[in-house]
């Protein structure tokens, strides 16, 4: 899998949207964007995942710029059990690799 | 909603002793993995499974290791003989397809396992 990079850690203030960064300038034309997060004691989970356009879900959005190189996972409103570790992975053809993830702390 | 179901949730277990950690994937699911994590540190792949066989393997995954769909709906890891360093939070995730990136990942909730 292509490599990412996100910031270590980001904080938040509750009901604020946030705005997590990946870059990933080494993607190929069949990797797929996706975002996992990992709650305190808790699997990974689902959270988005994207080609080319820009994807929205209950979750969250994912805004992917148009040379690829990087994405934007976008909480609307950041919520006390939205802290968690994100993680932005590429995927192709291969199996799911995860990097360190950025720990997203939100602040009441 | 369909969930991956693991078990044991926490298992000790003495040094050099046989561990077998069971998953039950979501049923139309074909792939399967796991993974594990060691407390604070990040998720690491150690295999992955597919129509019986293994398809990919991490260099973690050596040879006390092994992976089993005994029937059609379990998916095991097997560690024969377990090491102080193999504690650790073991994740077994499966998914539709795994063709394309398009398919996402469902993980259970995890085994935790500490050998002492």
């Known amino acids: 899998d292509a490599k990412t990079t996100q910031p270590n850690s980001m904080e938040s203030n509750e009901e604020e949207p946030v705005h997590l960064p990946c870059n990933h300038s080494?993607?190929?034309?069949?990797?797929?964007i996706h975002w996992y997060r990992q709650l305190p004691s808790q699997g990974p989970e689902y959270v988005i995942h994207?080609?080319?356009s820009n994807v929205n879900n209950r979750m969250a959005s994912l805004a992917i710029a148009e040379d690829r190189k990087s994405s934007t996972l976008i909480l609307h409103r950041a919520t006390l059990r939205d802290a968690a570790v994100y993680y932005c992975?590429?995927?192709?053809?291969?199996?799911?690799?995860f990097g360190a993830g950025t720990r997203l702390t939100v602040k009441p | 909603e369909p969930e991956v179901t693991q078990t044991p949730s926490h298992q000790v277990t003495q040094m050099g002793q046989e561990v077998i950690l069971r998953c039950v994937p979501i049923?139309?699911?074909?792939?399967f993995y796991w993974y594990r994590q060691i407390l604070g540190q990040k998720v690491e792949f150690l295999v992955s499974?597919?129509?019986?066989?293994?398809?990919?393997k991490s260099e973690i995954f050596d040879d006390q290791f092994s992976v089993e769909r005994p029937d059609g709906s379990n998916f095991t890891l097997k560690i024969r003989s377990t090491k102080l360093e193999d504690s650790a939070m073991y994740f077994c995730?499966?998914?539709?397809?795994?063709?394309?990136?398009?398919?996402?990942?469902?993980f259970g909730a995890g085994s935790r396992l500490t050998v002492l």
């Open positions: 080494t993607i190929s034309g069949t990797d797929y």
């Open positions: 994207g080609l080319t």
């Open positions: 499974f597919y129509n019986n066989e293994i398809s990919e």
């Open positions: 049923s139309n699911h074909l792939y």
């Open positions: 995730a499966s998914r539709e397809g795994g063709g394309s990136g398009a398919n996402v990942l469902t």
């Open positions: 992975i590429l995927t192709g053809f291969g199996d799911m690799r």
